[in-house]
């Protein structure tokens, strides 16, 4: 007598449970079919990854190697291969705005009464932000190790130095000037930790308020020409520029790590120059330099931690102004991009209006206020109702 054996499909659960989890769910049958996914997985991969029709996987997809995936190198082929339980097995995905995004991915094989392999499953988590606040952790470490002890050994080498010889007058005055300069490096070291400590801990940073966009480039520019008299700084601000939503602490901190970035990877005595324009939906703030620019294959990394715009491994930088950069143009709704200029680097701010602003071609009285020289005969910052450009050493106008 003869039996004839017949395998049974793979166990499906009930496909409403698996629409209710939080992660994402697929399975396959023995012939590596694709036999269902569960909503949170579609969605996942429609806002993290590029799937091409009828593909089981996503496109541009790597290992922890940072080796490409082929498709039977994803986990649930391999469990319905081999019959191993995977665990945690962490996949980089490009997004397609060319954001990197990670992974993490669980597969074991199904089996029948009888042993024998009838599918597989496998779920899938986004652990980006898990990712990210490791990163920032990671990073506050480092930070505090290296970049902190620059200039806390210059202020405390300088403070030494005043304390225990008479200086002359002029090399006094040199000392006081380093210890101000290392002083306030240290300090925007620390507003930039805060921002990170904000963003690890998911807190809000932007209250919206009407942003006079003239008066924030004049005092960034101001602080920058302080630091770089041997720059020549250009602004260009139209007098109807419309009121920008944002925050402009925030906004000032954006410009100066801007500006920051363009002293350090711009041409040495270079120009830089911000400009502002009004757009059908907001209004752009544009921060250039002359300088070597940014290559091609770095674009789509300059605004990850620890990443710098430049190549040159002389220039010191803690690889963290544009990433706290973008994090504070998103906290205001806005965005920041990289042009494409025929010469150097740019970067260009996105804000939306105000929606209560001044009518077209009012100048706001606050904006035609002249700001307080910071120091004698240079780095004066000065706001006028005109549109105009200044382009001197150590001399600033923004209209």
Not at 144 to 157: K, Q
Not at 296 to 309: H, K, P, S, T, W
Not at 358 to 381: D, E, F, H, K
């Amino acid at each position: 007598m003869t039996t004839t054996q017949h395998h049974q499909p793979a166990p499906t659960p009930p496909m409403d449970v698996l629409g209710q989890l939080p992660v994402g769910v697929m399975l396959m049958d023995a012939d590596g079919t694709v036999v269902h996914e569960n909503e949170a997985l579609r969605a996942m991969w429609g806002q993290l990854a590029h799937r091409p029709d009828e593909a089981p996987f996503p496109t541009d997809a790597y290992g922890s190697d940072g080796v490409p995936l082929d498709a039977d190198d994803w986990p649930i082929r391999r469990s319905l291969a081999t019959g191993d339980e995977l665990r945690d097995v962490a996949i980089e995905l490009d997004r397609p705005d060319d954001v990197p995004v990670t992974i993490v991915a669980e597969s074991r094989p199904l089996v029948d009464p009888q042993g024998d392999r009838v599918g597989a499953v496998m779920v899938v988590r986004d652990v980006s932000r898990e990712h990210d606040q490791a990163m920032l952790r990671q990073a506050f470490v480092g930070i505090l190790s290296h970049e902190l002890r620059t200039p806390v050994t210059s202020i405390y080498s300088g403070i030494e130095l005043l304390r225990a010889h008479r200086l002359s007058e002029p090399i006094t005055r040199d000392v006081l000037n380093d210890v101000a300069l290392e002083t306030e490096t240290l300090h925007r070291l620390i507003e930039d930790l805060l921002v990170m400590a904000r963003l690890e801990r998911g807190v809000s940073m932007a209250v919206p308020e009407p942003v006079l966009v003239h008066r924030v480039v004049a005092l960034a520019l101001a602080d920058e020409v302080r630091r770089w008299p041997d720059q020549t700084f250009i602004a260009d601000i139209p007098a109807d520029l419309p009121t920008a939503q944002g925050d402009e602490g925030l906004l000032r901190q954006v410009l100066r790590n801007l500006l920051s970035n363009a002293t350090k990877y711009g041409s040495r005595r270079g120009t830089i120059s911000i400009t502002a324009a009004a757009v059908p939906d907001g209004l752009t703030v544009t921060v250039s330099d002359d300088g070597p620019g940014i290559d091609d294959d770095q674009r789509g990394r300059v605004f990850d931690l620890f990443q710098r715009a430049g190549a040159n491994p002389r220039i010191q930088g803690s690889g963290i102004g544009l990433y706290v950069a973008r994090a504070l143009m998103e906290a205001m709704d806005g965005t920041i991009s990289i042009g494409r200029p025929a010469r150097g680097a740019e970067f260009v701010l996105h804000l939306p209006r105000y929606p209560d602003r001044p009518a077209v071609g009012s100048t706001p009285a606050a904006a035609a206020r002249p700001l307080r020289p910071v120091g004698p005969g240079r780095g004066q910052a000065r706001v006028t109702g005109r549109r105009s450009t200044d382009r001197s050493r150590g001399h600033v106008a923004a209209s």
